[in-house]
């Protein structure tokens, strides 16, 4: 593939539902990145990845969110008993490796909106 | 914990004209990475340019070049001759290199750039 890809693009969810969101890295990208930029803020670190080992978990807010990439490739965003404060832009950002000079390409991202 | 720092929610500039983004840092590292990010409004992410702390050059990429003091924890951004295709939010951001596998970027707030016709 050309670039990072995430779907869906959109989500609507009503509150107290569970959402999955995918990214679909980079061909041949061993670390994968995910973010998540409320409006009118800067991108803020989730978790990533290294193959399909979790390295860093911290900016998690809550239990109610994990992610997996049980292959190495794709990973998957879940957000449990979704709250209104969850809705956000929900970014995917992939890179060669987890390397100093590498690059991170981000993904167009996933608005999510819990109503 | 690292932090980023952009002090102008907002910034305006006639077109053709040149201007600078400012933006500081704090860190106890000594090796890192820096980054400017530029989001249209189309929300995409997309690297405008970056600069190894170790380098004491400052980083240029066609209009777009840095201004980095490592002293004084300062990044800004200056872009010349600009065009309206360069209004967009900015945002400044660190990546540590700490020698193990966290390359995680912190980002500052932003700035939202106007470029006036």
């Known amino acids: 593939g050309a670039g990072v890809s995430q779907s869906p693009r959109y989500k609507v969810t009503k509150r107290g539902q569970d959402v999955a969101l995918r990214c679909d890295p980079i061909?041949?990208?061993?670390?994968l990145y995910w973010y998540r930029q409320a409006l009118g803020q800067g991108p803020e670190f989730l978790t990533d990845f290294n193959y399909e080992a979790q390295q860093d978990k911290s900016g998690l807010p809550n239990d109610r969110f994990s992610a997996e990439r049980p292959e190495g490739s794709i990973s998957t965003l879940t957000i449990q008993r979704t709250e209104q404060r969850d809705s956000a832009m929900y970014r995917c950002?992939?890179?060669?490796?987890?390397?100093?000079?590498?690059?991170?390409?981000f993904g167009p991202g996933t608005r999510l909106t819990v109503t | 914990a690292q932090t980023v720092t952009q002090s102008q929610p907002e910034m305006s500039v006639q077109e053709a004209e040149t201007v600078t983004l400012s933006c500081t840092y704090d860190?106890?590292?000594?090796?890192?990475?820096l980054f400017w990010y530029k989001q249209p409004p189309s929300r995409q992410m997309i690297l405008v340019i970056r600069q190894e702390a170790y380098k004491q050059q400052n980083a240029t990429e066609n209009r777009f070049s840095v201004n980095f003091q490592k002293a004084a924890k300062s990044f800004s951004l200056k872009i010349s001759d600009s065009q309206l295709g360069d209004a967009a939010m900015y945002f400044c951001?660190?990546?540590?290199?700490?020698?193990?596998?966290?390359?995680?970027?912190?980002f500052g707030k932003g700035t939202l750039l106007t470029v006036n016709p």
């Open positions: 950002a992939s890179s060669l490796t987890s390397g100093r000079a590498h690059e991170q390409y």
């Open positions: 061909s041949g990208h061993v670390s």
């Open positions: 951001a660190y990546r540590s290199f700490s020698g193990g596998s966290n390359y995680k970027l912190t």
């Open positions: 860190t106890s590292e000594s090796d890192y990475y």
